[in-house]
């Protein structure tokens, strides 16, 4: 080691016991005026062993000398990191910012680790905190410390700075962090323009009904509940990528809910709305148009637990007559519920319902941008400050992508119905117990017997696959299970034809997600050639299309996506 090096290493190895003892010191003041831990007995936390502290130490201070021989020498950097991955942060200034960032995250979460916080949901919500921190901490964040946004003033004269304050400033307007231009596309133009008729519409929902794009098809319908959080076109994008078109395609007569927006006077709208006066009579009226009491039923996401309700609700009152139930990445147990879970406890949700749920309060609306950054945060280098960099630091447009556009197309949700959901899914985790109440009767998902096909995603960060797996527990029926690659959204939306991803299939269903996924092959490409077939499997006789939209008692409304989409 030189001279310069050593000096280096001398001096800074002296400052690393007291970085460790103010990080220490950091964090227990950081939890100490945090409402998170309230109640919390947090002192021991912050007690480590001093030889824990030494090892720390002793690796964060051979990898600060090697990085200060690094600087002193000028060679360049080089980052696996996106955010630092351009020929500008190679350079000796910017490289060793971000050098030096990242070796102070590293410190912070290695510290993290090693904190004896026994219980789960605090260890959880600090490591949120920290990764929040880290995040926002990013010399890639700052205008100053960002040698590429800085190279685009000059290369734009100055005019990405007014751009990216014009995106800011629409932005604020909007109260989201848009991923993607509100232009970029149309719906019922660019996107949701599957040919079909709006048949039915009430104060909650609209029932749309697809022309066929088959000369002959099956005459059960396949009848579907999408997310009531965001709106139904996810399953309907553009035509290359349109389940709903794939479905037609195959020969399957599609009828399909388009919740409305949820505006102040539907604010009080309940749980038991959306099930009684949303799905039952949406599934009613699938079966008086299509002439068949028996149709297949899909639910997506919050979707599928609106869907399994009904079905259940139903059950109770003698009404079992389905071909099948498909659930995609949707919980009926919520034993796991993934990063989401640190934001719930009973705080929060009885926070809900005294402002927005009615429980000797008002009522009122759970805004749905409020949702949608949330689940930006979850994710924050990857679904947060990288678009804010692009859009503001950089002035540039975001990519045109249907899959963001719609997830910035987001929904509120009434109050009453929002707080219920809460407390007996995510808090309570009762909807699976058999003793729920719901439209006047038990809820017993047991109650469902009809075969099931039940998807989950392997990455999927808001409906864990072993969560979605443990559905296969509480139904009748017979089950297949099938895990998608890929997240919550991408890895539901992956047509045959892009030939991407793949999945892992296996006959046999056991208790433990784990011995089936051991045991279970992977086979190429997307998941829907295996559920289409499946679909085949549980369907009559092809005979030729019915062409007609509705009928007497329900004539077409309006063209499909109808208005409700709009809202």
């Not at 749980?271 to 149709?295: M, N």
Request: proline share 6%; hydrophobic share 40%.
């Amino acid at each position: 080691m030189d001279s310069k090096a050593q000096t280096f290493n001398s001096y800074w190895s002296g400052q690393v016991p007291f970085i460790a003892n103010f990080a220490l010191q950091q964090l227990r003041l950081w939890v100490s005026t945090n409402p998170w831990f309230t109640g919390q007995d947090y002192h021991a936390w912050f007690d480590l062993p001093r030889a824990t502290l030494d090892t720390l130490q002793s690796d964060y201070q051979q990898q600060w000398a090697e990085l200060g021989q690094r600087v002193l020498s000028g060679q360049p950097f080089s980052f696996q990191d996106r955010r630092f991955a351009s020929d500008n942060w190679s350079q000796p200034l910017y490289g060793s910012l971000a050098a030096f960032y990242l070796l102070n995250a590293g410190f912070l979460l290695k510290l993290l680790e090693h904190l004896p916080i026994e219980t789960r949901k605090p260890r959880q919500r600090l490591l949120y905190l920290v990764e929040q921190a880290i995040a926002a901490g990013a010399p890639s964040n700052c205008l100053a410390s960002n040698p590429d946004a800085l190279q685009r003033v000059v290369e734009t004269g100055g005019s990405s700075l007014l751009t990216g304050l014009l995106h800011l400033a629409s932005d604020l307007q909007e109260g989201k962090m848009r991923q993607c231009d509100r232009d970029a596309f149309q719906v019922g133009v660019d996107l949701a323009n599957t040919p079909g008729e709006v048949v039915f519409e009430n104060e909650l929902f609209q029932l749309i009904q697809y022309y066929p794009q088959a000369q002959t098809g099956y005459r059960r319908p396949v009848f579907i509940v999408p997310p009531s959080i965001n709106k139904f076109y996810i399953l309907d994008l553009r035509p290359d990528n349109s389940m709903v078109g794939h479905l037609l395609q195959q020969g399957h007569p599609v009828f399909l809910m388009s919740w409305r927006n949820f505006d102040q006077a539907h604010a009080g709208t309940t749980w038991d709305d959306l099930i009684d006066t949303g799905i039952v009579k949406a599934l009613q009226v699938t079966r008086e148009i299509s002439g068949e009491q028996r149709p297949h039923c899909v639910g997506f996401c919050i979707g599928g637990t609106l869907l399994s309700t009904a079905l259940a609700v139903l059950a109770a009152r003698g009404d079992r007559e389905i071909a099948s139930v498909s659930l995609l990445t949707t919980f009926l147990d919520y034993l796991d519920t993934g990063p989401i879970d640190i934001f719930v406890d009973e705080q929060l949700v009885a926070y809900r319902e005294r402002t927005i749920g009615g429980s000797n309060g008002p009522i009122g609306l759970f805004k749905g941008e409020d949702m949608g950054n949330t689940f930006s945060l979850l994710r924050p280098n990857d679904l947060w400050w990288n678009y804010n960099v692009d859009k503001y630091l950089k002035g540039q447009k975001p990519n045109a992508l249907d899959l963001l556009f719609w997830n910035n197309d987001s929904t509120n949700l009434p109050g009453p119905m929002y707080c219920w959901y809460l407390r007996h899914t995510y808090l309570q985790n009762d909807l699976k117990s058999g003793e729920l109440e719901c439209c006047g009767v038990k809820l017993d998902l047991r109650a469902i017997d009809a075969p099931a096909y039940i998807l989950a995603t392997h990455d999927d960060h808001i409906v864990p696959w072993r969560s979605a797996y443990a559905s296969t527990q509480l139904l009748s029926g017979p089950t297949r299970f099938v895990l998608g690659a890929s997240g919550h959204i991408a890895g539901v939306i992956n047509p045959p034809a892009r030939e991407k991803r793949h999945y892992w299939t296996q006959e046999q269903i056991t208790s433990d997600p784990d011995v089936w996924f051991d045991n279970a092959r992977q086979q190429p490409g997307s998941w829907w050639n295996d559920w289409f077939a499946w679909l085949a499997d549980q369907s009559a006789e092809r005979e030729p299309a019915m062409q007609q939209m509705g009928n007497a008692q329900y004539p077409p409304l309006e063209p499909a996506p109808g208005r409700y989409v709009m809202q």
